[in-house]
Nanobody
Framework: QVQLVESGGGLVQAGGSLRLSCAAS????????MGWFRQAPGNEREFVAR????????YYRNSVKGRFTISRDNAKNTVYLQMNSLKPEDTAVYYC??????????????WGQGTQVTVSS
Protein backbone atom coordinates (compact mmCIF):
# COMPACT_ATOMS: atom_id res chain seq x y z
CA GLN A 1 0.00 0.00 0.00
CA VAL A 2 1.45 3.31 -1.08
CA GLN A 3 1.54 6.06 1.51
CA LEU A 4 2.77 9.64 1.37
CA VAL A 5 3.15 11.25 4.78
CA GLU A 6 3.82 14.96 5.09
CA SER A 7 5.37 16.65 8.10
CA GLY A 8 6.93 19.95 9.06
CA GLY A 9 3.94 22.25 8.91
CA GLY A 10 3.11 24.72 11.63
CA LEU A 11 2.58 28.33 12.61
CA VAL A 12 5.22 30.87 11.59
CA GLN A 13 5.41 34.64 11.39
CA ALA A 14 5.61 36.41 8.07
CA GLY A 15 9.18 36.36 6.79
CA GLY A 16 9.92 33.09 8.53
CA SER A 17 10.79 29.68 7.15
CA LEU A 18 9.50 26.13 7.26
CA ARG A 19 10.72 22.90 5.73
CA LEU A 20 8.13 20.35 4.72
CA SER A 21 8.98 16.69 4.25
CA CYS A 22 7.07 13.95 2.47
CA ALA A 23 8.09 10.39 3.19
CA ALA A 24 6.86 7.77 0.76
CA SER A 25 6.38 4.10 1.51
CA UNK A 26 4.96 1.07 -0.25
CA UNK A 27 7.04 1.51 -3.40
CA UNK A 28 10.02 3.46 -4.60
CA UNK A 29 9.49 6.79 -6.34
CA UNK A 30 13.06 7.24 -7.52
CA UNK A 31 11.87 7.08 -11.14
CA UNK A 32 8.77 9.26 -10.64
CA UNK A 33 7.94 12.93 -10.60
CA MET A 34 6.89 14.26 -7.22
CA GLY A 35 5.26 17.54 -6.35
CA TRP A 36 3.70 19.81 -3.79
CA PHE A 37 0.24 21.35 -3.93
CA ARG A 38 -1.68 23.53 -1.52
CA GLN A 39 -5.25 24.43 -0.72
CA ALA A 40 -6.36 27.49 1.20
CA PRO A 41 -9.84 27.73 2.75
CA GLY A 42 -12.43 28.46 0.09
CA ASN A 43 -9.95 27.94 -2.72
CA GLU A 44 -9.22 25.11 -5.09
CA ARG A 45 -6.10 23.03 -4.71
CA GLU A 46 -3.23 24.62 -6.61
CA PHE A 47 0.13 23.49 -7.86
CA VAL A 48 3.18 24.74 -5.95
CA ALA A 49 6.25 22.90 -7.23
CA ARG A 50 7.41 19.69 -8.83
CA UNK A 51 10.66 17.84 -9.22
CA UNK A 52 11.67 15.24 -11.77
CA UNK A 53 12.81 11.75 -10.87
CA UNK A 54 16.51 12.64 -10.89
CA UNK A 55 16.02 16.06 -9.31
CA UNK A 56 17.51 17.65 -12.39
CA UNK A 57 14.35 19.50 -13.35
CA UNK A 58 12.20 21.64 -11.09
CA TYR A 59 9.25 23.91 -11.73
CA TYR A 60 7.41 26.39 -9.50
CA ARG A 61 4.31 28.50 -9.56
CA ASN A 62 5.25 32.14 -10.11
CA SER A 63 4.22 33.33 -6.67
CA VAL A 64 6.75 31.10 -4.87
CA LYS A 65 9.71 31.37 -7.25
CA GLY A 66 12.81 32.53 -5.44
CA ARG A 67 11.29 31.73 -2.03
CA PHE A 68 10.54 28.00 -2.16
CA THR A 69 12.90 25.18 -3.10
CA ILE A 70 11.85 21.61 -3.84
CA SER A 71 14.37 18.81 -3.46
CA ARG A 72 14.42 15.06 -3.04
CA ASP A 73 16.47 12.27 -1.53
CA ASN A 74 15.77 9.11 -3.49
CA ALA A 75 17.71 6.98 -1.03
CA LYS A 76 15.17 8.01 1.61
CA ASN A 77 12.20 8.04 -0.79
CA THR A 78 11.51 11.56 0.47
CA VAL A 79 10.76 14.92 -1.10
CA TYR A 80 11.19 18.28 0.63
CA LEU A 81 9.87 21.80 0.27
CA GLN A 82 11.98 24.53 1.82
CA MET A 83 9.85 27.63 2.24
CA ASN A 84 11.54 30.94 3.00
CA SER A 85 10.24 34.50 3.27
CA LEU A 86 6.79 33.16 4.00
CA LYS A 87 3.78 35.41 3.46
CA PRO A 88 0.28 35.25 4.94
CA GLU A 89 -1.01 34.28 1.50
CA ASP A 90 1.06 31.09 1.72
CA THR A 91 -1.29 29.87 4.45
CA ALA A 92 -2.84 26.59 3.30
CA VAL A 93 -2.84 22.84 3.71
CA TYR A 94 0.15 21.54 1.77
CA TYR A 95 -0.09 18.20 0.01
CA CYS A 96 2.60 15.94 -1.36
CA UNK A 97 1.86 14.07 -4.59
CA UNK A 98 3.59 11.52 -6.79
CA UNK A 99 3.08 10.17 -10.26
CA UNK A 100 2.41 6.49 -10.84
CA UNK A 101 4.04 6.30 -14.25
CA UNK A 102 7.82 6.37 -14.34
CA UNK A 103 9.86 8.93 -16.24
CA UNK A 104 6.94 11.22 -17.00
CA UNK A 105 5.97 14.72 -15.98
CA UNK A 106 2.30 13.88 -16.22
CA UNK A 107 -0.51 13.53 -13.73
CA UNK A 108 -0.26 12.80 -10.04
CA UNK A 109 -1.83 9.60 -8.77
CA UNK A 110 -0.82 9.35 -5.13
CA TRP A 111 -1.56 11.99 -2.51
CA GLY A 112 -0.71 12.57 1.11
CA GLN A 113 -3.13 13.72 3.79
CA GLY A 114 -1.67 17.20 4.00
CA THR A 115 0.06 19.37 6.57
CA GLN A 116 -1.17 22.76 7.72
CA VAL A 117 1.00 25.82 7.18
CA THR A 118 -0.18 29.04 8.81
CA VAL A 119 1.67 32.31 8.32
CA SER A 120 0.73 35.15 10.65
CA SER A 121 1.15 38.78 9.71
Amino acid sequence: QVQLVESGGGLVQAGGSLRLSCAASGRTFSRNTMGWFRQAPGNEREFVARISWSGGSTYYRNSVKGRFTISRDNAKNTVYLQMNSLKPEDTAVYYCAASRVEYTLGSYDYWGQGTQVTVSS
